[in-house]
């Protein structure tokens, strides 16, 4: 059954496994076509398909690339995720913690916010 819960989950847990299996068009259906992405407390990193393929094709270029989800929390239409991300460095493969903040609008992420522990 479709509640106002699974429907934000489904699409944040569909997204999460598109950014696992590198598939950009997949991901790209998540996201509203005015989504818009932001560091936490900071600067607009992208707006819009077009922007959000680039910065996320950029990252499926890392062949280790894979978030592991540590904990999902739910409140209303808003859906946090707590992540490890492993990551190609230059310096060579690594992990960064992350917060992921997604809002759901329509059944799409209509605004994503990321603050990432260095």
């Known amino acids: 059954m479709i509640t106002k819960t699974t429907v934000p989950l489904g699409i944040v847990q569909a997204q999460l496994d598109a950014y696992n299996s590198k598939k950009i068009d997949d991901l790209l259906t998540c996201y509203d076509k005015d989504a818009e992405l932001y560091a936490l407390h900071g600067a607009l990193l992208a707006t819009g398909h077009a922007e959000i393929r680039q910065r996320f094709e950029a990252r499926f270029l890392e062949p280790d690339l894979h978030a592991r989800l540590i904990h999902r929390s739910v409140v209303g ?21 992350m917060l992921c903040i997604y809002e759901i609008n329509d059944g799409r992420i209509c605004k994503a916010t990321f603050f990432t522990k260095n």
């Open 77 to 97: 239409n808003v859906v946090i995720d707590h992540e490890m991300v492993t990551r190609n460095f230059p310096q060579g493969k690594g992990e960064v913690e």
